[in-house]
């Protein structure tokens, strides 16, 4: 790989798109070299041990690229070849989010380093209509910075945790992103004309004297070249005393909630001054603590009802006409343990990661350590349907809590049709499980096994006694390299999953 020219500087992120020397000059990948992450600091005096031991969890530092790269398919294609490895690659560049606006027209990242990444997709073209699927780099920002709370003395790190597009109702795209304890709405707007020929001052923004204006012109709008600009709209902020982990807009287009581990908040968009607390479950006394929140989201059609999940596995659905404080729930989902499989692990691997509604309403998706449930909201007793995603992990949970992946944060994803579900696991695999054949596969978003144009192979993982040419034993998987964050097309066969440093971007195959 070399460096053939540059497109794009932005010195304020130290941001270098270069083009490739072998594709197309419009693929690009960004090398990012930002300061080292700050160590955070915690305030411990509310926190139990158990839920501190989660906190304290970083992914594992890799020297690798954010990376952007198609995927082509019967089964997924890479068209991208991956750039070397950089030693100075460095935990600010670990990507913490990934997510799809309404349209799927662009795709918003976010990284440890508090910056977010917008791409946008081509634009078809008669002559090329291969490259309609192709993402390029729309806008880059600094959307959190690191801060610290002396009265706690506690460091606010600059990740950003969500990002959330509002549905688009103008030219301009707003989102939601939210770090531990702040979250922002960002304003993405283009423009390319300015104004000139104000009376008041001169074409380089001085005031002029107005003793010397003689006569009044009226001002005009000029052609300039095309400028993305990303606005903050608003800051909400002081209302969260534990770490947000999720953040939700609501159907109703005014509300949104933010979630940390023992609270939920509702805010209007409009108003960033003030919230109401619709969910605490905090304890009078701390140490009766037995669950915090894991993650919550309001329901895609009625305004009324949210979801939230919990350490201990269950689901509790809210309906806020029922009261303002939403302490007692509409309804309860829990699978009953089996006595007979409970071992010292049990809670920690019940504990759920993600919880995502279908695009219907109807079901909703849960992600605990070794499965993916789904549940019917008409069935609370027992989940609809159950997924294994890495069953073989089970007789090496105990070599996984010594290295702390058991504490490992995978998210899930629906398809736009709610058919398929995704989700990822290690050594760079990701799960896709089909609701109506049954079929599940494994595939690997890899930089060693990608090459341009090439379609991604089902990969198998052997659990004992002869392994084939095709599978990779147990013994050999790489619990550094973690697919944990996924987002898919609203509307096409188009996923992006995160790897580390590396966002990889698989649509169809195209003919």
Avoid at 164 to 185: E, G
Avoid at 328 to 348: A, G, Q, V
Avoid at 468 to 474: G, P, Q
């Amino acid at each position: 790989m070399t460096q053939i020219g540059s497109l794009q500087s932005d010195k304020s992120l130290n941001y270098h798109a270069v083009t490739h020397p072998v594709v197309s000059p419009n693929l690009y990948f960004l090398q990012t070299g930002l300061s080292a992450p700050r160590s955070p600091l915690w305030d411990c005096h509310e926190i139990p041990l158990p839920f501190l031991l989660k906190c304290f969890l970083e992914d594992p530092i890799e020297k690798c690229f954010l990376l952007s790269v198609r995927y082509l398919t019967g089964l997924f294609t890479l068209t991208f070849s991956p750039p070397v490895c950089s030693a100075s690659c460095v935990a600010a560049d670990i990507i913490s989010t990934v997510e799809f606006n309404s349209s799927g027209e662009l795709l918003a990242t976010g990284d440890k380093g508090g910056r977010v990444v917008v791409f946008q997709r081509e634009q078809e073209s008669k002559s090329q209509p291969q490259r309609r699927g192709e993402y390029n780099v729309y806008s880059t920002f600094q959307s959190h910075e690191p801060e610290f709370d002396y009265l706690k003395s506690l460091e606010i790190e600059e990740k950003i945790n969500k990002i959330k597009w509002l549905p688009q109702q103008n030219a301009a795209y707003f989102l939601l992103s939210t770090n531990d304890k702040t979250v922002k709405l960002w304003k993405i707007s283009e423009r390319d004309k300015r104004p000139e020929g104000y009376n008041l001052k001169d074409e380089d923004g001085r005031i002029r004297d107005p003793s010397t204006i003689t006569s009044l012109r009226v001002p005009v709008l000029q052609p300039m070249d095309l400028m993305v600009e990303a606005t903050a709209r608003r800051v909400f902020s002081n209302a969260h005393t534990y770490h947000i982990n999720s953040i939700s807009v609501n159907s109703d287009l005014q509300t949104f909630i933010s979630t940390d581990d023992l609270r939920i908040n509702l805010w209007n968009l409009e108003i960033t001054d003030r919230s109401f607390n619709i969910v605490d479950i905090k304890p009078a006394n701390m140490e009766e603590l037995t669950e915090v929140i894991t993650s919550a989201e309001f329901h895609p059609q009625e305004c009324n009802t949210f979801a939230y999940s919990s350490s201990k596995g269950s689901i509790r659905l809210c309906d806020m006409r029922q009261a303002a404080l939403c302490d007692k729930h509409c309804k309860y989902f829990e699978e009953p343990e089996d006595p007979s499989t409970r071992s010292f692990f049990s809670e920690i691997i019940s504990s759920i990661s993600d919880v995502k509604f279908s695009h219907s309403g109807r079901y909703l998706m849960t992600r605990d350590y070794l499965t993916v449930k789904v549940w019917d909201l008409q069935m609370e007793n027992k989940p609809l349907e159950t997924y294994q995603v890495h069953d073989y992990l089970r007789g090496k949970l105990c070599s996984l809590y010594e290295n702390d992946c058991i504490f490992d944060k995978f998210e899930c994803v629906w398809n736009g049709s709610d058919s398929v579900i995704m989700t990822g696991s290690y050594n760079n695999f990701f799960r896709m499980f089909d609701r109506n054949t049954k079929r599940d596969v494994t595939l690997e978003a890899s930089r060693e096994n990608s090459k341009p144009r090439a379609i991604l192979k089902p990969r198998k993982v052997c659990v004992g006694g002869k392994r084939r040419k095709d599978e990779i034993s147990v013994d050999s998987l790489d619990f550094s390299k973690k697919i944990l964050h996924t987002t898919w097309h609203p509307h096409e066969n188009i996923i992006a999953v995160a790897a580390t440093n590396n966002l990889y971007i698989f649509q169809d195959k195209v003919n």
